[in-house]
C-alpha cells in the first residue's frame, strides 16, 4: 500500500508532529509513504518525495512544515483538479492525507468527491472548523499570544495607557476570546458579537478611575481597522492608545503540549483508517479522537462560546 501526504492553507504549529507520526506509522505498518511538497500546487505538479524513518527525525517540536505549503488557486480549477488526480494515479497512491483548515479539508472532500481515499486533519491556527474542539495549532497560537500580551501589559502599565492587540483568526474569533482569558484582557473584539464600543469604553473609563494603569483589548482581524477602533476609543475614553498588530508571530513557534499528542494521535489514526479504505474527517471531540464523513463536518455551524466570553467580563475588569 502506498500513502501520501500534503499541507496546505496557512501551516500550523503541530504540522510537523502530524507528519512525523503519519510517516512512523506508515514504516510500522508496512505501508510506503510519500511528502507531497507545496501542498494542493505541488500534488498538481507531482512532487513527491518518498519518507523514511530519518526524514521526519528532530521535527516533533519545530513549526511551520517540513513538507512546504501553499494556498492553490489552480487547484481550484478543473484542469488543476484533474492534473491532481493524475498524480495520485501515475504514483500509484492509495490514499492521501491532507492537513489544513477549512479551505482545505473542502479540497479533500473534492478530491473524495472523485473517487479518491482521502484522510482530513485539522491543523490551523484559527479553530474554525466546527467539527471538532479544537484543530491543531490553535492551542499554541493562544499560548503565543498570551506571552506576547504578557510583554505588552508590562509596557502600557508603565506608561497607564491602553493597547488594542490584533490577532488573526479570519472570522473567527477563538483566538482572541481564549488568548483574552489566558492573558487577563479587559475586552475582546470578536466578528461573532456585534461591537458595542460604549460598554468597552466604559469599562475602561470605570477601570481608570479605580487607579488601573493599563487597558488591553484584544481585536480579531475579522472585526476591521486596529487602528481605526483605537482612534474611536481613545476619543470615546480619552486613554492614551497604542495598537499591536500580532501578524504572523502567532503561526510559528514550537507546538504545545497539547498540540504535540493532538498531532500524534491523528497522525497515527489517519493511517488506521486509510488502510481500511476509508475516506473521512479526524478530529477532537469532549477530550476524545473522532471521525466524521466530509458531509458532516461542513453541515455543523461553528458555536460561538458565549459562555466563556461571560466569565471574560466577569473575571477581568
Ligand atoms: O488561516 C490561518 C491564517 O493565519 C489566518 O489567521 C490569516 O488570516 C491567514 O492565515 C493569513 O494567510 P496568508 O499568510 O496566506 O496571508
Same mark, same amino acid.
Given at each position: 500500500m502506498r500513502i501520501a501526504i500534503l499541507t496546505s492553507g496557512g501551516d500550523a504549529p503541530?504540522?510537523?508532529? !502530524?507528519?512525523?507520526?503519519?510517516?512512523?506509522?506508515?514504516?510500522?505498518? +508496512?505501508?510506503?509513504?510519500?511528502?507531497?511538497?507545496?501542498?494542493?500546487?505541488? #500534488?498538481?505538479?507531482?512532487?513527491?518525495?518518498? #519518507?523514511?524513518?530519518?526524514?521526519?527525525a528532530d521535527i516533533i517540536q519545530r513549526g511551520g512544515t517540513i513538507l512546504s505549503t501553499s494556498r492553490s488557486e489552480r487547484f481550484m480549477t478543473e484542469e488543476g483538479l484533474e492534473k491532481a488526480i493524475n498524480s495520485l494515479k501515475i504514483f500509484e497512491i492509495d490514499a492521501l492525507i491532507v492537513l489544513g483548515g477549512d479551505g482545505s479539508l473542502r479540497g479533500a472532500k473534492m478530491l473524495r468527491d472523485r473517487g479518491i481515499n482521502v484522510i482530513g486533519i485539522p491543523c490551523s491556527i484559527d479553530n474554525d472548523l466546527a467539527y471538532t474542539d479544537f484543530t491543531i495549532g490553535f492551542m499554541t497560537a493562544v499560548e503565543t499570544v498570551t506571552e506576547a500580551i504578557s510583554h505588552i501589559r508590562d509596557t502600557t502599565e508603565a506608561h497607564c495607557r491602553a493597547n488594542i492587540v490584533e490577532v488573526m483568526g479570519r472570522e473567527c474569533g477563538d483566538i482572541a476570546l481564549y488568548s483574552g482569558v489566558s492573558s487577563g484582557a479587559e475586552s475582546i473584539i470578536v466578528p461573532e458579537i456585534p461591537?458595542?464600543?460604549?460598554?468597552?469604553?466604559?469599562?475602561?473609563?470605570?477601570g481608570k478611575n479605580r487607579g488601573k494603569k493599563h487597558h488591553i483589548i484584544i481585536m480579531a482581524e475579522g472585526c +476591521?481597522?486596529?487602528?481605526?477602533?483605537?482612534?474611536?476609543?481613545?476619543?470615546? !475614553?480619552?486613554?492614551?492608545?497604542?495598537?499591536?498588530? #500580532?501578524?504572523?508571530?502567532?503561526?510559528?513557534?514550537?507546538p504545545s503540549i497539547f498540540d504535540r499528542i493532538l498531532a500524534s494521535e491523528l497522525g497515527y489514526l489517519a493511517v488506521k483508517e486509510a488502510k481500511l479504505g476509508n475516506s473521512l474527517a479526524l478530529g477532537f471531540k469532549d477530550g476524545i479522537a473522532i471521525k466524521m464523513s466530509f458531509e458532516e463536518i461542513f453541515k455543523i455551524k461553528k458555536v460561538f462560546r458565549h459562555d466563556l466570553l461571560d466569565i471574560l467580563k466577569i473575571v477581568s475588569i
Open positions: 503541530g504540522m510537523n508532529a !502530524t507528519i512525523r507520526a503519519v510517516t512512523r506509522t506508515c514504516i510500522y505498518e +508496512g505501508i510506503e509513504v510519500f511528502g507531497i511538497s507545496g501542498g494542493y500546487e505541488g #500534488l498538481i505538479d507531482a512532487k513527491f518525495e518518498k #519518507l523514511v524513518q530519518s526524514s521526519v461591537l458595542d464600543m460604549n460598554e468597552i469604553a466604559e469599562k475602561a473609563i470605570m +476591521g481597522s486596529a487602528f481605526d477602533f483605537a482612534k474611536e476609543f481613545e476619543k470615546f !475614553t480619552g486613554i492614551d492608545t497604542r495598537v499591536t498588530v #500580532l501578524g504572523y508571530i502567532q503561526r510559528g513557534g514550537a
